[in-house]
RNA sequence: GCCGGGGUGGCGGAAUGGUAGACGCGCACGACUCAAAAUCGUGUAUCGUAAGGUGUGUGGGUUCAAGUCCCACCCCCGGCACCA
């Protein structure tokens, strides 16, 4: 009541400035008014621990960059916004914080062309995006704000990294690695765009040896695989980390080398890595990467002419790679040496290669030209032998088959460039070439002539090649039995047209018909599996890459693709292993701003952690932190931070000690990505000085139940799930993963369909648009526009279509009555909501509650009934609502008010519209009462004027009634 | 090349195999106004005067019925890319 009496008093005030605008109500007056009240009234402060049913809901935090918000940014806030009001108003406790992610290289750039402290730029740019966020109207519980840069929060950051380093995950490594050189730092794989250049700049990015603290992702590279299947994450997402993972199941192999001159590495062979070790009998010839090469060269290995040049050149060509996106074609030069194919005792030359490359694999392949694309193409270049040894498999394999041996034909017409099908018809198979079972022993190349002879009448046809067995599985229907065909395909073509008189009974000849078919048309036409391979082998000449029975392969002939995976390694000396795409995680920075690594050295160079309890080691203050661009910190220049003065501890940290030994400290500062990998944790505990999170707390709020932002595919979300991973293993967290379900959002492009950004001059500030429409407006607008998930262009038009809505719920106050005639649509409504925010579909949850006003405008509706649909609209457009709520004499917050329950018996509808059609057509439409049975709607149906034209007196002979929906008449 | 996602009016977009284009913008006309803005009303896929025909990237297919399911292809967006 007294919200109620203070509002009198704010009307009184205010409301005459609101006729003037010609709106209904004066959103700049109530958007503050009610801000003010939520905040002073506390309305959502979290509790320390869920009382009841809990749910963690999550932006991914923004980095509070300098230029501001654009309308894009708050398009996530406001869906976790709308979400977690939802869910409040059914009984949840919500965790919905939000907090700053300011350490990294943007913060620093920043600051260094303004010349300011990045300390103080990020201070300014933190409290001008909350003052922007603070006009949204958005629930947040500021009191658990964190940022990343503030020692209270780096503390924990620095004390992951210790434990990390304590478990062996984190190492220093001189392994050239990415290095920007205008940015002046190193970078992760994950900050290089695909293209070679710097994911911040642009910069093309070079290989560069600097020391590196480097963490072992690698070691939980299985667990991020198999944990994704447990994840509800967009299915591109976990396929993309899939991708990036890659993961591949193979074996290594030693050939042993020949012919080698003055090698001197002593080992005198070659490792390769392939996954298809049941190939070893193909491999006929070896191919190693240039790098390869150079690192025998440096060994002191003595080459024939030309080779030396070949790699220098091919090394220079590789490290150009500009454009990505052509593969080079491919070029190699043979070494001199040849090697040993431990399978077949063969002798094989090494070649050197430019599509081998030397980060990948042991930089070395066996080349199997017959099952491999790549090898077949250089084999084809360099006339290097193609040798088959996996029979194609075809079909769905049968159990216990009948064995029949078989040919395919095809007879091709070269002057038409045509191929010769046999038509079975739709049931019998359709278009095949022309196939038949082989007599015994009979040559396949006899039984094809004579087969083509018989089906076809051609006689005058020669051989041209024809392929190694291919075994074809399928289910014979007409004779019910499961078969396996050994089946050779060939090919002939056609010298003239002479004919002979077709063989066949006459019956027999009637079932099929001869066409001669287009390339175009046999793609389209031969679906059968077995017919389809032999054209692709004989016809285009493409190679067989899948897996199959062996062949050519000595005494293992006949064995399974996978049997002979598992065998070979055992029988000649492989070893299996499992390779990922995924490296360790380049972990060090050389720049300022970002957190210190926890570690000093002693004057020999040993690594210690700094003990926990001195924690956090504070970033100096700094007069330069200008990259130096030698590989060394801004940090390295601050002589008095870098030396301490220590001792070690008995568990091996370090703590200072002014009368102890010098120690250096280490001068990297952290990536960006650090404090973002666990943020989320701290935010269901941001005081905590004693622990990262109390274990309570984390076993009540965590895991994060909805994750929504922006795409991080390959990055953040591999890291954070790498370090949740770890941290449940150290027993910080109880769960397995940290994002339980994740949604992404799509981006707001300007009006021009372009990117926003200050430089094109076409940002919208959502401050403008707040100002002129109010807060509600713009929520609803954004949430309106288009699917969540998609990107789209702003309209400076369309937002007036939010803007009339929110005006017309507002105006519906003075329709309210004492009938109704919506009672229906209002609980359909109810449903649809409340579904649709669950799936984050707010754009047909707003259009199903303008549906709702349209018919409250037509109609006529109870104060309840108004009343619900304040209650409905009071996530998306929380100012208006509160305040048409209190107008309406409620002195409590909406915003604490039950979601509405929909009735189901309310759902059904009196009556429904039926839709009458003849033969599929739409021919009219009539009403008939809900659930009227089939005799009823037929009834109705021939009283249509459209019935007695279309069917008159003719007799229907089907009719198909659709309860509720239409009917259908064939005639 | 491979893997995702997508292709529906002038625009953003709706459609459990069952009236394609809901809802909104825009546009046109009308009401109110001296006038404009705002607001309200009516109309708005397309061809056709009409009856009716045609329409969801293209071509086939399944079905009484296809935007939706199946096959082939084209185009756009995103990711990966000589990964052995």
């Not at 605008?21 to 958007?31: E, F, L, Q």
């Not at 590989?631 to 568990?651: C, F, H, M, Q």
């Not at 309209?795 to 009555?817: C, E, M, N, P």
Request: charged share 25%; proline share 4%; aromatic share 12%.
């Amino acid at each position: 009541m007294e919200d109620f009496l203070l509002y009198r008093e704010f009307l009184f005030h205010n409301f005459i400035v609101s006729i003037d605008t010609m709106k209904s109500y004066d959103h700049k007056k109530i958007d503050a008014y009610w801000q003010d009240k939520w905040q002073s009234d506390s309305l959502y402060k979290t509790s320390e621990l869920p009382q009841g049913k809990k749910i963690y809901v999550l932006d991914m935090f923004p980095y509070p960059s300098g230029e501001g918000l654009h309308v894009g940014h708050p398009k996530g806030y406001i869906a976790t916004d709308i979400y977690s009001r939802f869910k409040r108003m059914n009984g949840y406790d919500v965790l919905h914080p939000m907090g700053w992610d300011a350490f990294g290289l943007p913060a620093e750039q920043f600051a260094l062309k303004h010349k300011i402290h990045p300390r103080i730029a990020v201070e300014n740019n933190i409290a001008n995006f909350k003052n922007q966020l603070s006009h949204i109207g958005l629930d947040y519980d500021w009191s658990r704000e964190i940022n990343t840069t503030d020692p209270t929060f780096y503390k924990w950051t620095q004390w992951i990294f210790t434990k990390l380093y304590e478990k062996g995950l984190a190492y220093e490594s001189h392994k050239p690695i990415n290095w920007c050189p205008s940015c002046k730092t190193g970078l992760a794989n994950e900050d290089v765009n695909h293209d070679g250049t710097c994911e911040r700049c642009d910069t093309k990015v070079e290989k560069k040896p600097i020391r590196q603290w480097v963490l072992k992702i690698t070691d939980y590279a299985d667990r991020m695989l198999t944990d994704l299947d447990t994840l509800e994450w967009p299915e591109g997402v976990k396929l993309a980390q899939k991708n990036w993972i890659g993961r591949s199941e193979g074996a290594e192999f030693d050939f042993s080398l020949t012919d080698v001159k003055d090698h001197t590495d002593g080992s005198m062979s070659v490792k390769v890595f392939t996954t298809r070790a049941d190939t070893l009998f193909g491999a006929t010839f070896i191919a190693i990467s240039a790098d390869t090469a150079r690192e025998w060269f440096n060994a002191g290995w003595e080459t024939i002419d030309g080779v030396k040049e070949y790699v220098i050149e091919t090394l220079e060509e590789q490290n150009k790679e500009n454009d990505y996106s052509v593969v080079p074609e491919k070029t190699g030069v043979y070494s001199g040496i040849n090697a040993i194919n431990p399978a077949t005792g063969e002798k094989i030359p090494v070649w050197i290669a430019n599509y081998v490359l030397g980060g990948v694999g042991t930089g070395a392949i066996m080349a199997v030209p017959a099952h491999d694309e790549r090898d077949f193409e250089f084999a084809k270049k360099y006339n290097l032998p193609v040798k088959q040894v996996i029979s194609p498999e075809t079909g769905v394999v049968q159990t216990n088959p009948e064995f029949r041996k078989s040919i395919v034909a095809i007879l091709w017409d070269k002057k038409q460039n045509k191929f010769l099908s046999i038509n079975w018809g739709k049931n019998l198979g359709g278009n095949l070439f022309i196939g038949g079972g082989v007599d015994g022993d009979e040559d396949s190349i006899i039984c094809a002539t004579r087969e083509i002879k018989e089906e076809t009448g051609y006689t005058h046809i020669r051989y041209l090649s024809k392929t190694e067995v291919i075994h074809h599985n399928y289910f014979a229907h007409s004779k019910n039995v499961g078969r396996r065909i050994e089946a050779v395909g060939l090919l002939f073509e056609l010298i003239d047209d002479t004919q002979e008189e077709v063989s066949l009974e006459e019956n027999e000849k009637n079932k099929f018909t001869t066409e001669w078919l287009s390339k175009q048309e046999v793609e389209s036409k031969i679906e059968d599996a077995l017919h389809a391979l032999v054209y692709t082998m004989l016809v285009k000449e493409e190679i067989y890459t899948g897996d199959g029975t062996l062949i050519s392969s000595g005494e293992h002939d006949g064995i399974t693709s996978d049997e002979a995976r598992n065998r070979f390694v055992e029988k000649y000396s492989g070893k299996k292993v499992i390779k990922y795409k995924m490296e360790d995680w380049v972990f060090a920075r050389q720049r300022y701003w970002g957190e210190p690594f926890p570690v000093v050295r002693d004057n020999n160079g040993k690594v210690y952690m700094v003990d926990e309890s001195e924690l956090p080691v504070l970033l100096p203050e700094v007069k330069s932190y200008e990259p130096t661009g030698t590989g060394e910190s801004p940090l390295a220049a601050i002589t008095d931070w870098v030396n301490v003065r220590g001792y070690i501890t008995n568990k091996g940290t370090f703590k200072q000690s002014n009368d102890g030994e010098i120690f250096t400290r280490e001068t990297n500062t952290m990536p960006q990505w650090a404090g973002s990998s666990w943020y989320y944790l701290r935010f269901a505990d941001p005081h905590n000085d004693a622990a990262l999170i109390s274990p309570e707390i984390e076993k009540n709020w965590l895991p994060v139940d909805v994750y929504v932002g922006g795409d991080h595919a390959t990055r953040h979300l591999i890291y954070a799930r790498f370090w949740h991973k770890f941290l449940y293993d150290i027993r910080v967290v109880s769960t397995t993963e940290p994002f339980s379900r994740l949604e992404f959002l799509g981006f707001i492009l300007a009006e021009d369909g372009r990117k926003m950004s200050k430089r094109l001059g076409n940002v919208i500030n959502p401050d403008d648009v707040i100002n002129e429409y109010g807060a509600d407006t713009f929520r609803v607008y954004e949430m309106f526009m288009a699917p969540f998930d998609q990107t789209v262009a702003w309209s400076t038009t369309s937002i007036k279509g939010a803007d009339k809505f929110i005006d017309r719920v507002y105006s519906l106050q003075k329709k309210i009555s004492e009938t109704s005639t919506v009672s229906n649509m209002l609980h359909k409504t109810i449903k649809k909501v409340g579904e649709d925010i669950e799936k984050f579909k707010f754009n047909t949850a707003i259009s199903q509650m303008m549906i709702l006003v349209n018919a409250m405008e037509e109609g006529s509706f109870t104060h309840e009934e108004y009343s619900t649909l304040v209650t409905l609209l009071a996530p998306f457009a929380p100012h208006m609502t509160e305040q048409i709520w209190n107008e309406l004499g409620n002195t409590t917050s909406i915003h604490k008010v039950s979601w509405p329950l929909y009735d189901e018996s309310l759902l059904v509808e009196d009556s429904t519209t039926i839709s009458l059609q003849i033969n599929g057509k739409l021919r009219g439409t009539f009403v008939v009462p809900f659930g009227s049975d089939d005799s009823t709607v037929l009834e109705e149906a021939k009283i249509l004027e459209s019935y007695k034209k279309y069917v008159g007196e003719l007799k229907p002979k089907k009719v198909i009634i659709i309860k509720n929906r239409l009917i259908n008449i064939v005639i």
